[in-house]
């Protein structure tokens, strides 16, 4: 009997093709049989293993700085391709600056309880997160993840103690200061304090002075990726530079070539703007790629985030957007702390959905405990809630409320507790920042600008190839989702509150209908105001004192070779040693020490 071999194939939404070999003499049926029970068996190892967990964290990108969003003037393809097969979180908080929101990150904790949540840690300051307290981290190498970090620490960094690999990263390439310059890598945290901040460990990275940094943590990212032994499961967290503004001197930076694609754009710094919002898509891009080369993207999560809101109109010489949401960057108005987030995997039900449900930064500790097989409810004195079934089954939220902040040294607090949120002194830089910032982004006229083109864009992206491999018939839907994700306000009415500055009269709004926090309804609602009120009271009763020190002059850089170091670990050089006898605002080293324990 003649025999011919032939080739069944099939997509698996887990592992790219998957082909066997078969006779003519096999039905078709039996070809197809056969090719299913692989597919299931594969599904059922991938979903029996720990997922890979990558998150990346955007710094200071707004609401609106992303195309599914609704956008079209700044294009974010591969972060969009993310977005339209996984789960836009269109409800999603996070701390109105840098530092608090970082812990929240990694502690599951809300700032108040770790006395983050004034300000942030500024190079010269020597405190941290409390060596007390686990990071998830550590919390994933007890189940067996290899952990990497990537990017910012902004965290501490007095003691080697307080440092990434001192806290469950196996290794860290970047820096641990809140910002720097993206070619010299040189940080200026204030007059006098100005030196380079750039680490590979503990070890000072000086061969890559001159090299744009969103390109050297995208390139640490993806080594990192590609060397990983796949016998255990991977987390690694990459916290972007980008968005967030340079030094004083060349605040927006983006390599001149990508710049050029955005000349459509009339405001030079937003322009410049454009072309970092650029590069980190692109970097989203190859690190999605890079997962699908080393054969894990089929197993993998992948949480991409912003920090706070965005610092638009000059704020913190920056040029995000938050529209139409009101505020910026540091304040507990929407748009400081409402952010752009997202949640990727193919252990997501029905992807490619827009998750209405209320979830809080702090969240992801638990919740991606959970992810890797671990027993969130066995964390002790956590804030954060479990939401992994809510966002990969879209089953109900068990989160109703969630503090915003409280900030005892502003005398600032908002609550959320259901749809109403109450605000007191949301702006911590005064009331020039209460209003509502950045371009809308929809009203570019250019070709590049049209929404069938930013659209092609996503599909062609990189990130839209990778995931093709898992979900062929992704995509679909872009233009629904992107409808269903944005934020829709009437333009500003002249009756719109102006000021939640008095203790005695606080705001309330309706956030769903008014997410724009136009319409101050304390006076017609004063039992909402009464029950927010009580419960803010509550939480203000387990405020942890912030741990903010006065700047030590010893951690100045010119004393270290002009590089930010762990300057508590050394004994001061010759030069500074007469001084510091002098210096009234000087530290005893071993009380600070007893300070980092708490």
Wanted: some cysteine; glycine content about 6%; proline content about 7%.
């Amino acid at each position: 009997m003649y025999v011919k071999e032939c080739r069944c194939k099939s997509k698996s939404h887990l592992s790219g093709d998957v082909s066997i070999r078969c006779s003519v003499t096999m039905s078709a049926f039996l070809c197809r049989l056969t090719v299913a029970l692989l597919l299931v068996a594969t599904y059922v190892t991938a979903h029996n293993q720990q997922p890979n967990i990558i998150i990346i964290l955007a710094d200071d990108l707004g609401f609106n700085d992303v195309g599914y969003h609704g956008s079209t003037q700044i294009p974010s393809p591969n972060i969009d391709a993310l977005a339209y097969s996984g789960v836009i979180l269109k409800n999603y908080y996070v701390q109105p600056i840098c530092t608090p929101s970082r812990s929240a990150l990694l502690t599951g904790k809300h700032p108040i309880h770790t006395g983050l949540s004034h300000d942030v840690i500024y190079g010269p300051q020597p405190y941290g997160i409390p060596l007390g307290v686990q990071l998830l981290p550590q919390y994933l190498q007890k189940l067996g993840f290899a952990t990497h970090m990537v990017g910012k620490w902004h965290l501490g960094m007095a003691i080697k103690e307080l440092t990434p690999t001192h806290r469950g990263f196996t290794s860290h390439f970047g820096y641990w200061t809140g910002h720097e310059d993206y070619y010299d890598h040189m940080s200026q945290e204030g007059p006098g304090f100005w030196g380079y901040d750039m680490r590979r460990n503990m070890d000072v990275a000086s061969d890559v002075y001159g090299k744009y940094a969103t390109d050297l943590f995208t390139e640490e990212a993806v080594n990192v990726i590609k060397q990983h032994n796949k016998s255990q499961p991977l987390f690694l967290y990459l916290a972007h530079l980008a968005v967030h503004s340079g030094n004083p001197y060349a605040p927006l930076q983006a390599p001149a070539d990508v710049v050029a694609n955005f000349t459509y754009i009339k405001d030079e710094n937003r322009r410049k703007f454009a072309g970092m919002i650029w590069k980190l898509d692109e970097s989203v891009g190859q690190v999605v790629e890079a997962l699908r080369a080393n054969q894990m993207l089929h197993n993998s999560v992948i949480l991409f985030s912003t920090d706070n809101g965005g610092p638009a109109a000059g704020f913190n010489q920056n040029a995000a957007s938050n529209w139409p949401l009101r505020g910026v960057k540091a304040s507990v108005w929407e748009g400081g702390v409402r952010g752009a987030g997202l949640l990727w995997s193919p252990h997501i039900v029905n992807p490619g959905r827009v998750s209405h449900q209320m979830i809080h930064i702090t969240d992801w500790l638990p919740t991606l405990i959970s992810a890797a097989g671990g027993d969130p409810s066995s964390l002790e004195s956590i804030d954060g809630l479990d939401l992994w079934e809510t966002l990969t089954q879209d089953h109900p939220s068990p989160r109703t409320e969630f503090l915003v902040n409280i900030d005892p040294k502003l005398n600032s607090a908002a609550i959320r507790i259901g749809d109403w949120k109450l605000l007191y002194n949301p702006q911590a830089f005064g009331h020039h920042w209460d209003f509502w910032f950045g371009p809308s982004g929809r009203n570019e006229t250019a070709p590049e600008t049209q929404l069938d083109v930013i659209l092609e864009q996503v599909e062609n992206s990189l990130a839209a190839k990778a995931i093709k491999t898992i979900y062929p018939e992704a995509f679909t839907d872009m233009k629904s989702l992107r409808l269903q994700s944005e934020v829709h306000c009437e333009p500003v009415p002249k009756n719109a509150t102006l000021s939640c500055n008095s203790q005695e009269h606080p705001c309330l709004f309706h956030i769903p209908s008014d997410p724009c926090e136009y319409h101050n309804l304390a006076t017609a609602y004063p039992l909402h105001v009464n029950v927010l009120r009580a419960k803010l009271k509550l939480y203000n009763a387990t405020v942890v004192p912030p741990r903010n020190k006065p700047w030590d002059p010893k951690a100045n850089p010119k004393y270290w070779g002009y590089s930010w170091t762990n300057w508590l670990d050394y004994s001061p050089p010759p030069t500074l040693r007469a001084q510091i006898n002098e210096l009234s605002d000087s530290f005893d080293f071993y009380d600070l020490y007893g300070d980092f324990r708490n």
